[in-house]
């Protein structure tokens, strides 16, 4: 079992920045792929961004890409999502999810752990 906590949220101006974290416990992440999604009011769940543990290849979701940076912390067994220049259209609750198998995938379903989110709200 792993168990993943977010945090990190808020509220933040159009144009600013966030960093979430994403603590993982149970079991070392590292070789893992660990993914973050996004979920906006009356809206589906939208991948984001994903680090491969094996060997550290990330993706991005066009929405995010050149925007937010994925990154590990093996000694914290941790997993940040740096946001910047954020938009409105960014506002949502955004989850971590861990995949034990490998590979990068956009799928929510093809993770098997999630957190219990966090809040980001881009509001002037």
């Known amino acids: 079992q792993v168990q993943l906590v977010e945090s990190g949220g808020g509220v933040v101006q159009p144009g600013g920045s966030l960093r979430l974290a994403c603590a993982a416990s149970g079991r070392t992440v590292s070789t893992y792929t660990v993914a973050w999604f996004r979920q906006a009011p009356g809206k589906e769940c939208e991948f984001g961004a994903a680090?491969?543990?094996?060997?550290?290849?990330?993706y991005y979701a066009d929405s995010v890409k050149g925007r937010f940076t994925i990154s590990g912390d093996n000694a914290k067994n941790t997993v940040f999502l740096q946001m910047n220049s954020l938009k409105p259209e960014d506002t949502g609750v955004y989850y971590c999810?861990?995949?034990?198998?490998?590979?990068?995938?956009?799928?929510?379903?093809?993770?098997?752990?999630w957190g219990q989110g966090t809040q980001v709200t881009v509001s002037s």
């Open positions: 999810a861990v995949r034990q198998y490998g590979g990068i995938w956009s799928a929510a379903s093809m993770y098997d752990y």
């Open positions: 680090i491969s543990g094996s060997n550290s290849v990330t």
